[in-house]
Nanobody, 115 residues
Framework: QVQLVESGGGLVQPGGSLRLSCAAS????????MRWYRRAPGKERELVAV???????NYVDSMKGRFTISRDNAKNTVYLQMNSLKPEDTAVYYC?????????WGQGTQVTVSS
């Protein structure tokens, strides 16, 4: 059974940092493309960052320099380090895996940036 379990969300002040984690199981994590998405209140879901099986990364322009995606294949975990957080980063963050022709989603973790 495939599972993606996000953790690490919470309430943080503007300018603060959070690190999200996504623990994967049920598929060959090391060969999967892993992504983070987010959905802000009243908005469509948007891609945040991608890391492929080789460790190559890509980011949406508005997150470049603030967010870092990484993976630990030994732990079957992908991370999203978020720095210099802004109120507009408030959203539910979702982990996504693309493995072979299958796409899997986590349940999401809430990130709230507010003073």
């Amino acid at each position: 059974q495939v599972q993606l379990v996000e953790s690490g969300g919470g309430l943080v002040q503007p300018g603060g940092s959070l690190r999200l984690s996504c623990a994967a199981s049920g598929f060959t994590f090391s060969s999967a493309v892993m992504r983070w998405y987010r959905r802000a209140p009243g908005k469509e879901r948007e891609l945040v960052a991608v890391i492929d099986a080789s460790g190559h990364t890509n980011y949406v322009d508005s997150m470049k320099g603030r967010f870092t995606i990484s993976r630990d294949n030994a732990k079957n975990t992908v991370y999203l380090q978020m720095n210099s957080l802004k109120p507009e980063d408030t959203a539910v963050y979702y982990c996504n895996a693309l493995h072979l022709v299958y796409t899997y989603w986590g349940q999401g973790t809430q990130v709230t940036v507010s003073s």
